[in-house]
C-alpha cells in the first residue's frame, strides 16, 4: 500500500484517532491505521487504576465504503492490568460488532437485508462473507423480536403459498395489509392449533380464503364466535375461468376429431376467453363474437362466467341470492364442467354470499403470497426459518432505497 498521511477520512472511526492512512496499489481499498481515543484508566471491573500490560492483537474492522473504496481499520489497542484482581483488559472501542465491523457497517447490511436483497448479494458489496451477513441479520432478528408480537385482527386472512415443494401456510390482517405468521404447513390440526392459540379470538370477525375445506373446518372448530367465512371473489372467479378454458379445449379436441386434424385454432385463444368483456377492445370483441357465433356451446359456456361474475355487483345480499339460484338453474348437462362447479358453488353457497355481507377479499394475501415467493426464489435455499424473519421484519420495517435528501433530517456530527 502506498502512504498518505495527509489524507484526511470521509467516514472516522468514533472514539478513535487517526495514525495513518494508505490506499491499496489497485486504489479499491482504502486501510485506516486507528487507536483508540481514550484509553482505559481505571479497571472496569474494581475501579483500580491500570497498569500497561503490553499491546494486544491488531484487529481488521471493515466500515461503510467510502468515495466507492472499501474502508478497512487497522485497530491498535494496549492491554492493562488490574494489580487490585488481577484482571485483564484490552482497549475498546463500542463502534465495532463482532470484533470485525462497526455497528454502522453491521446496520447497512441489515438495512439491505430488509430490503429483501440476498445475503450473498449483500456480501458482494461489502466485502464480508454470506455469513458474517447472516449472523448481523439473525443478532438484530433477535433483539427485535417483539416486533412480530401482533393483535389479534378483526379480519383474518387465510392461504397458503408452495415454497420449496411445501405448502406454507399464510395468515395476513386484511384491514392493516400486515403479514402477521408464517406457518410450516397448511394441515388442518396445524391451522386449528394456531387459531385456537390466538389472542383474544373473540376480536376475529370475518375470515377470508379460497375453496380449502380445511380452512373453514378449522375456523369451526377454533374460533368461539363463528365468524363469518368469506370465499375470496377472485378465487371464485378464477375457478369459472378454470372451467370455461376445460370447456374450450374439450369443444376444440372434439372439431379437430371431427375435421380429422383441420380445426381451427382455438387452442391459442386462451387468453381472449380468460379476459373480463368489458377489458377487451374493440378488435377483440369482434374476434371473440366470431368464435361464440361459430361454437354456441361455448358461448353458452362463455354467458356463464360472465353471468356469475355480474352477481358482484349486486348491491344487496337478497338479489345476489337470487341471482345465484337462477345461474345454477341455468346449467345444463351438455356443459359437464360447470355442473361439477355447480356442486363446489352450492357446498359452499354461504361461504360465497357471505360476502355481500363483509365486502372482503383474499388480495393482499395472494399479494403476501407473491413476495414471499419472490424471496425464497431469489434466495436460493433459504430454510423456512431465515425466509419467515426476512418476510416478516421486511414487512414491519419498509426501507426506501430512493431516500431523497429533502425529505430527510440531518444532524451535525463534528470529527476530529
Not at 447497512?108 to 462473507?129: E, P
Not at 386434424?261 to 387468453?271: D, F, I, M, N
Request: glycine fraction near 4%; hydrophobic fraction near 35%; include cysteine.
Amino acid at each position: 500500500m502506498s502512504v498518505s498521511p495527509g489524507y484526511l477520512p470521509a467516514i472516522m472511526f468514533t472514539g478513535s484517532r487517526e495514525e495513518s492512512t494508505e490506499f491499496s496499489e489497485d486504489g479499491t481499498v482504502v486501510k485506516y491505521s486507528v487507536k483508540p481515543r481514550f484509553p482505559y484508566i481505571d479497571c472496569p471491573e474494581c475501579g483500580a487504576p491500570l497498569i500497561s500490560n503490553g499491546n494486544a492483537p491488531v484487529k481488521w474492522v471493515r466500515d461503510l465504503p467510502s468515495g466507492g473504496m472499501q474502508v478497512v481499520y487497522e485497530v491498535h489497542c494496549k492491554r492493562y492490568r488490574c494489580p487490585n484482581c488481577g484482571k485483564t483488559c484490552s482497549e475498546n472501542l463500542d463502534c465495532i460488532f463482532d470484533g470485525q465491523m462497526t455497528k454502522r457497517l453491521k446496520e447497512k447490511l441489515v438495512d439491505r437485508v430488509l430490503l429483501r436483497d440476498t445475503f450473498s448479494k449483500v456480501a458482494a458489496d461489502y466485502g464480508v462473507s454470506d455469513q458474517t451477513v447472516r449472523r448481523a441479520f439473525f443478532e438484530w432478528a433477535t433483539k427485535h423480536e417483539w416486533q412480530l408480537r401482533y393483535e389479534t385482527p378483526r379480519v383474518l386472512g387465510l392461504d397458503e403459498a408452495h415454497i420449496d415443494d411445501h405448502f406454507r401456510l399464510v395468515v395476513t390482517d386484511i384491514e392493516k395489509n400486515l403479514i402477521l405468521d408464517m406457518l410450516p404447513n397448511n394441515k388442518t390440526q396445524t391451522v386449528i392449533k394456531f387459531l385456537k392459540n390466538l389472542p383474544s379470538k373473540d376480536n376475529v370477525k370475518v375470515v377470508t380464503m379460497d375453496f380449502a375445506d380445511g380452512y373453514a373446518l378449522a375456523v369451526r372448530r377454533s374460533l368461539p364466535f363463528q365468524p363469518l367465512i368469506v370465499i375470496d371473489r377472485f378465487h371464485v372467479v378464477q375457478l369459472l375461468n378454470r372451467k370455461l378454458d376445460m370447456t374450450r379445449k374439450r369443444i376444440h379436441r372434439e372439431e379437430k376429431a371431427r375435421s380429422e386434424g383441420t380445426a381451427k385454432r382455438l387452442k391459442h385463444e386462451r387468453t381472449l376467453f380468460m379476459a373480463n368483456l368489458e377489458d377487451l377492445d374493440d378488435v377483440g370483441v369482434d374476434k371473440l363474437c366470431e368464435w361464440l357465433k361459430e361454437y354456441p356451446l361455448l358461448e353458452k359456456a362463455y354467458g356463464l362466467k360472465e353471468q356469475f361474475r355480474m352477481i358482484y355487483n349486486y348491491p344487496e345480499r337478497a338479489f345476489a341470492e337470487y341471482a345465484f339460484d337462477d345461474w345454477c338453474a341455468a346449467i345444463t348437462p351438455d356443459l359437464p364442467e360447470f355442473e361439477s362447479l355447480r356442486d363446489t358453488f352450492l357446498q359452499r353457497r354461504e361461504h360465497i354470499l357471505n360476502y355481500f355481507d363483509a365486502r372482503y377479499t383474499n388480495a393482499y394475501t395472494e399479494s403476501a403470497n407473491n413476495i414471499i415467493k419472490g424471496v425464497e426464489k431469489q434466495g436460493k435455499g433459504y430454510d423456512f426459518d431465515t425466509l419467515k424473519k426476512i418476510v416478516l421484519f421486511s414487512c414491519r420495517n419498509p426501507r426506501d432505497p430512493n431516500a431523497k435528501p429533502r425529505t430527510l433530517s440531518f444532524r451535525q456530527d463534528h470529527m476530529q
